[in-house]
């Protein structure tokens, strides 16, 4: 990141009157990362935005705050909502909204396919959740992912694990690699002297394409990777299986952070209408960018009072 003149840094071209850089990152494409450079993806949700006015309200109504500051509204978040202070695991939230169907405010569940999907997999849990914003992408959606992951997590004990490894790396998302470390972890664990360096550069081999001379370096770690599953009793057939599955779920599996940010996110709604009085949202109105209803008049509809969660 560059604070200023960052025309000194890279080129620098005016795009409909947005400053840009011609430099890429992406899966076909690296400019930045081989100069230094690291690209975030910052993004600015409606979500957030209408958090930040129900705070505001919830502070004018009940804390006898007139005009909160932003500072004010940190210090609400910090206290009552921050990830280190809420429930990840309350029953309420998820029996609630994602098993009985109440998405208005919900991030990632907009589309009728993931609301459908969500409801037949009932997510306990973050992972879950994560799991199922991973799967719910147009290449394992058309290899019916969905469905045989709803019959691995309602039937676990059915689950076939090629390795006690893989085991104990997939348990937890059944048998599925739903985040890129899963990849790394799998390949160090079980190739042959791959450290987790190794493993984390497979894992940008198999997720950006078109690196240079990637081939070249995914086949030397192939090669270990083969060599150390037959040294742990697998056969050649089950270590190809494995590689084969890492380069197909490399293309929906996501940095584990990126995706429980945006997992959280998505929860942080319902923990708020779990956690404060629904009284708190009586006068507070946002508009969704799309529409002229009020997502807060859809959001109380669902939610009649606080006894239900």
């Known amino acids: 990141m560059v604070g200023e003149d960052l025309d000194k840094w890279m080129p620098l071209v005016n795009s409909g009157g947005v400053r840009q850089t011609p430099w890429s990152e992406g899966q076909n494409v690296r400019h930045l990362e081989p100069l230094g450079f690291i690209k975030f993806d910052i993004l600015g949700l409606t979500t957030l935005r209408m958090i930040e006015g129900a705070i505001r309200h919830v502070l004018k109504r009940h804390h006898n705050n007139p005009d909160p500051s932003f500072k004010d509204v940190k210090a609400y978040y910090d206290e009552f909502l921050h990830p280190d202070k809420i429930d990840l695991h309350d029953p309420a939230v998820y029996g609630n909204v994602f098993h009985k169907g109440k998405w208005a405010g919900i991030f990632q569940f907009t589309e009728k396919g993931a609301q459908k999907f969500c409801k037949r997999a009932k997510p306990k849990s973050i992972i879950d959740i994560s799991a199922i914003t991973s799967i719910y992408r147009p290449g394992p959606l058309s290899a019916n992912v969905d469905q045989t992951y709803v019959q691995a997590k309602n039937n676990p004990k059915d689950i076939s694990y090629l390795h006690d490894i893989v085991k104990d790396v997939t348990k937890e998302t059944y048998g599925y690699l739903i985040f890129q470390e899963q990849i790394a972890l799998l390949a160090h664990r079980l190739g042959d002297n791959i450290s987790l360096d190794e493993g984390n550069t497979l894992r940008k081999l198999l997720t950006k394409k078109g690196t240079g001379d990637h081939e070249t370096k995914k086949l030397k770690i192939y090669n270990k990777f083969v060599k150390g599953c037959l040294d742990k009793g697998l056969s050649q057939?089950?270590?190809?299986?494995?590689?084969?599955?890492?380069?197909?779920?490399?293309?929906?599996?996501?940095?584990s952070p990126t995706l429980s940010a945006t997992v959280f996110l998505a929860i942080s709604v319902p923990i708020f209408l779990i956690t404060i009085p629904l009284s708190g949202w009586q006068r507070f109105s946002t508009r969704n960018q799309r529409s002229e209803k009020s997502v807060l008049s859809i959001l109380l509809s669902q939610w009649d009072s606080k006894s239900e969660a």
């Open 237 to 255: 057939e089950n270590a190809d299986e494995l590689w084969q599955t890492f380069e197909y779920f490399s293309g929906t599996a996501l940095i």
